[in-house]
Nanobody
Framework: QVQLVESGGGLVQAGGSLRLSCAAS????????MGWFRQAPGKEREFVAA????????YYADSVKGRFTFSRDNTKNTVYLQMGSLKPEDTAVYYC????????????????????WGQGTQVTVSS
């Protein structure tokens, strides 16, 4: 089992920045691909960004490409989502997710691809 804990959410003005963190604990010996998803009220959970186990490969939703950066520090079992040029439409609960990949170079962008989820952190962008 892997436990994921997100942090770093909050209230920010449009155009501002936030950095989300997701710390993993438990069975972190296996390599994991990681993802960030978000869910706004009344909407389905949607893909934001993905990263493979080593951090070499990343993939972003078109809506955040060029504004968000996904990175990881495997020595700390932590991933980060640096969010810039934030817009009101970025307001949502942000979730990190993990999938064991055993050194595969793959990343994943579907909700159903992931085995473990954090509890989420709220990001609110005011206009």
């Amino acid at each position: 089992q892997v436990q994921l804990v997100e942090s770093g959410g909050g209230l920010v003005q449009a155009g501002g920045s936030l950095r989300l963190s997701c710390a993993a604990s438990g069975r972190t010996g296996s390599t994991y691909a990681m993802g960030w998803f978000r869910q706004a009220p009344g909407k389905e959970r949607e893909f934001v960004a993905a990263i493979n186990w080593s951090g070499v490969r990343t993939y972003y939703a078109d809506s955040v490409k060029g504004r968000f950066t996904f990175s990881r520090d495997n020595t700390k079992n932590t991933v980060y989502l640096q969010m810039g040029s934030l817009k009101p439409e970025d307001t949502a609960v942000y979730y990190c997710a993990a999938r064991a990949t055993y050194y595969s170079s793959n990343y994943y962008y579907r909700v159903t691809d992931y085995d473990y989820w954090g509890q989420g952190t709220q990001v609110t962008v005011s206009s």
